[in-house]
């Protein structure tokens, strides 16, 4: 039974994560489909809607949508739309983890941790991965700014979440580690040990490359 169970809790580690990003790009466009599909069914004559118009008019409109907020204009408008929001009891709440959970991923957001370092706590030789997040002192607020310190985001094991600390450069060491090598080991507890075996792979690659050259 221990046998039959491990495989089975092995193969649903496997296919859990291919399973649920299928079934939500499989939402995205039934979403799109019933939607924009039915908006252009009522636009176009008899006969020319076909399936899959939906899909595609979805990707028009958000690619449209990102090229529309590099506007000052829309970004303008959509801050507006947005300190309205946040201004109401509930929905500021929702909105609020919502949009941070998704500005994690956003490509203008990871541009901002420069740099993955090994931050020492205290007088122990503990240490934690962490991201540079600032590291000039007159971006800071007043009174949070010190000179010979930065600014660290601190990731969460297990969870989207975490600290951003002010630290003294004393106390940060520079690792040779990718943004997403860090966070992938660190949201694990290292437990899949992503990092090392990206490395591991790495290093293997260059190893043969050299190999061949030499040959």
């Keep these: ?17 291919v399973a649920l990003t299928v079934y939500l790009l499989y939402w995205l466009a039934i979403s799109s489909e019933s939607v924009l599909g039915g908006m252009i069914q009522l636009v176009l004559p008899d006969g020319m809607y076909w399936p899959g118009m939906g899909i595609i008019a979805g990707l028009i409109v958000v690619f449209v949508l990102g090229l529309l907020m590099h506007a000052y204009v829309v970004q303008r408008l959509f801050s ?23 500005n994690y991923f956003a490509p203008s957001i990871k541009k901002e941790y420069k740099q993955v370092v090994a931050v020492t706590i205290g007088d ?9 997040t600032q590291a000039i002192p007159e971006h800071l607020p007043e009174g949070f700014n010190e000179p010979n310190s930065i600014l660290v985001y601190l990731p969460l094991s297990y969870m989207i979440g975490g600290y951003a600390v002010l630290i003294p450069r004393s106390k940060v060491r520079m690792l040779d580690m990718s943004m997403e090598d860090a966070m992938r080991f660190t949201l694990t507890a ?12 790495k290093a293997a690659k260059d190893k043969t ?5 030499d040959k």
Excluded: H, W
């Excluded at 491990?6 to 580690?13: D, W």
């Excluded at 990092?195 to 591991?200: G, L």
């Design 190 to 201: 290292g437990v899949i040990g992503a990092a090392n075996a990206s490395s591991d792979t």
């Design 209 to 213: 490359e050299t190999q061949m050259e």
């Design 80 to 102: 507006m739309a947005e300190r309205l929001l946040y201004r109401m009891p509930f929905i500021k709440s929702v909105y609020g983890a919502i949009r941070d959970f998704f």
């Design 124 to 132: 122990t030789d503990m240490q934690v991965i962490g991201f540079v």
């Design 1 to 17: 039974m221990r046998f039959i169970s491990r495989n089975i809790l092995t193969g649903l580690l496997t296919i859990l994560p």
